[in-house]
């Protein structure tokens, strides 16, 4: 909003000043009459006078605006008879303004277009039939239809009806993705071909827009190393300025200048040495890309994070849920009593609020073969080992021996995860679940590695025989592998990755947040992933993509060669412009052209970024 009104308001008085500038010029260049002097006075009330108040109003706050350099530089031109020249500057500063506002609103938007994917009212389905109800209203448990064609009004689960989603507004990827009961719907993406039956599961206010919103919002506010920079750079450098030009003024009466000419030329000094370019040049280029990032499903909780990506020359993944699909399937049960069913419904009944993916297919095996569930306590999750709920229990080897049982030999070489489970010290049964890579892992791997990284990892609390088996169909190299971990082991393994370079780690679990913490860069499958992950990371994943992975590294790179280049072009034209005003009697109006004219150009050079989508496979 905003932005939106500094951006029109700037718009007229820009229009005011331009017919002023035309008024003093057809003046100066046309016939005399009293037109030129009110049409410079325009350009000073309309370009000068909300500069003036603006530059006051930052400096009542202890911040000292490079504005304030402008209006005082023509101010002075004024004072020695330039008032053309001054209103000359005026008129290509506002213009320049002006642009840039546009250009950064255009960056900002691209983002706050998130909140209009968001339907606004929803077909609630309640005791006396189907009503339509703004999505705000929506509680966790409610009950929604959505019709074909519709967007899905919140976070929900599908209870009955099976079609496509389009997923594109929240994961950037455009091929839809089929959803049944049980599967998981995110709001805001949209219901392409059946009548769906969801249960809500977040309220909006919770919900991934709002979490998007939040997350850019944040990202928008967090600075970048080199943004902090400019930053302040452009306050001592301002101070310096003002100083200098107050010393020059000085220098060229002494020099045996007029007083006329020196005011005039410590006016040129001070535009020319004005660092509105540097200061502009750092978040013009981030917040493009973090926009283009954005649109691209990839989400940056700021631009320090954009920044260290970029220079990441290790990375370290986690497997399950991160490397593999998520998607795990159940491929035998057996049970101590020889009653499988009764054993799976048992077993789905222990992992029924876990977030984990082996959880999920647990659930997911069991409503295949029609079983219900029992309504168990709560279970408390032993991250990397498994689930207690009650006195009921599930999880791998470790779990066992927290038992005190003793796992059967010969299971370390199955190169399928195996979940035990049982009540107190009594072993009820196992199930193996094998998990898939993920269809995109293989390439955005391959991506990586010829993006110029040097080291791939895999860390995983599973066992070292599912591992290799995963692991090498993704061209791990056997040393890379790391199996049997603990959340802990993960975050040493990471400290010692780091040792030798910046390091990234992507995970998808509670048992990852330490790692994700630790890493330089830590990446969090976005959608799919858990909040507590969400939480840790400062990179969100959310398409399923692992291409977008080097994607995100790629305009991280990009990001920062466009910084590079625009901080010394900025830095540079500034030295050039110093050098005219100081020695080459340099005209105030050039100055101001340079000036402004590169300051628009490091704008642009940033807005670049905007158009370089990040790509999936699709
Ligand atoms: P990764 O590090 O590859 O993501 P995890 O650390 O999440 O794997 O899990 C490691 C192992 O811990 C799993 O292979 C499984 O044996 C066990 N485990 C973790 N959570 C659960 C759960 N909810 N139910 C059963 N087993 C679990
Ligand atoms: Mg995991």
Redesign the pocket.
């Known amino acids: 909003m905003e932005i939106l009104e500094t951006e029109r308001a700037r718009t007229s008085l820009l229009a005011l000043t331009l017919i002023g500038m035309a008024l003093a010029l057809a003046h100066t260049f046309g016939p005399p009459g009293p037109w030129g002097a009110v049409g410079i006075a325009l350009v000073f009330v309309t370009a000068g006078v909300p500069t003036a108040l603006e530059a006051l109003g930052a400096l009542v706050r202890g911040r000292l605006d490079i504005d304030l350099l402008m209006v005082l530089a023509a101010v002075a031109a004024w004072l020695v008879g330039s008032a053309l020249e001054g209103a000359v500057l005026l008129t290509l500063f506002a213009l320049s303004e002006t642009l840039e506002t546009r250009a950064m609103g255009r960056a900002r938007r691209a983002v706050e277009a998130l909140m209009a994917l968001r339907p606004d009212t929803a077909l609630l389905q309640g005791p006396n039939g189907v009503s339509e109800v703004p999505v705000e209203t929506l509680q966790a448990g409610d009950i929604v239809i959505v019709r074909p064609g519709a967007r899905i009004p919140a976070d929900a689960v599908v209870v009955a009806g099976e079609g496509e989603i389009d997923q594109s507004t929240i994961t950037g990827e455009s091929m839809p993705v089929a959803r049944g009961p049980g599967n998981t719907v995110a709001e805001a993406t949209v219901n392409l071909n059946a009548v769906l039956t969801l249960r809500v599961t977040r309220p909006v206010a919770e919900g991934t827009v709002a979490r998007m919103v939040q997350l850019v919002t944040e990202a928008q506010a967090a600075r970048a190393p080199s943004e902090a920079f400019s930053d302040w750079f452009g306050q001592r450098y301002t101070i310096a300025v003002l100083l200098g030009a107050v010393v020059a003024y000085a220098g060229f009466l002494w020099w045996g200048l007029p007083h006329q000419d020196a005011m005039y030329r410590a006016a040129t000094l001070l535009v020319a040495a004005s660092p509105c370019a540097v200061v502009i040049s750092v978040p013009a280029a981030i917040l493009s890309a973090l926009s283009a990032a954005a649109r691209g499903g990839v989400l940056f909780k700021g631009g320090a994070a954009l920044e260290r990506l970029a220079s990441v020359t290790a990375f370290a993944f986690?497997?399950?849920?991160?490397?593999?699909t998520g998607r795990a399937e159940v491929t035998s049960i057996e049970a101590v009593d020889g009653d499988e069913d009764g054993f799976l419904a048992l077993l789905a009944g222990?992992?029924a609020h876990?977030?984990?993916?082996?959880?999920g297919a647990?659930r997911r095996e069991a409503e295949a073969r029609g079983l219900v569930p029992p309504e168990l306590p709560h279970?408390a999750?032993?991250?990397?080992?498994?689930?207690i709920a009650g006195e009921w229990w599930?999880?791998?080897?470790?779990?066992l021996s927290r038992q005190g049982l003793v796992a059967p030999d010969g299971h370390e070489v199955h190169d399928q995860?195996?979940?035990w489970?049982g009540k107190g010290g009594q072993l009820l049964g196992q199930v193996r679940?094998a998990d898939r890579p993920r269809e995109s892992s293989a390439a955005g791997l391959e991506a990586l590695r010829g993006g110029g990284v040097r080291r791939l990892v895999m860390?995983?609390?599973?066992?070292r025989a599912?591992?290799i088996r995963i692991g090498r169909e993704l061209g791990f190299e056997p040393d890379d592998i790391a199996a049997d971990?603990?959340?802990d082991d993960?975050v040493r393994l990471v400290a010692d990755l780091a040792e030798r370079g910046s390091v990234a780690f992507v995970?998808?679990?509670?048992?990852?947040a330490a790692a994700l913490a630790r890493a330089d860069v830590g990446i969090a499958m976005g959608v799919a992933g858990s909040e507590v992950a969400l939480q840790a990371a400062d990179v969100a994943l959310l398409s399923d993509d692992m291409a977008r992975l080097a994607e995100a590294q790629r305009l991280a790179r990009r990001t920062a060669g466009i910084i590079r280049q625009n901080l010394i072009f900025a830095l540079g034209a500034m030295v050039l412009l110093v050098i005219g005003g100081l020695f080459f009697n340099m005209p105030l109006p050039l100055a101001v052209l340079g000036h402004e004219g590169g300051t628009v150009l490091v704008v642009l050079n940033g807005l670049r970024l905007l158009a370089d989508p990040i790509r999936g496979r699709s």
């Not at 599930?394 to 779990?399: E, H, I, S, T």
């Not at 995970?507 to 990852?512: E, I, P, Q, S, Y």
């Open positions: 986690d497997k399950t849920g991160t490397l593999t222990i992992e876990s977030e984990h993916p082996i959880a647990i279970g999750a032993i991250p990397s080992e498994g689930i599930a999880g791998n080897a470790r779990m995860t195996t979940i489970a679940v860390m995983t609390g599973d066992r599912v591992a971990l603990l959340p993960k995970g998808d679990g509670v048992n990852d």
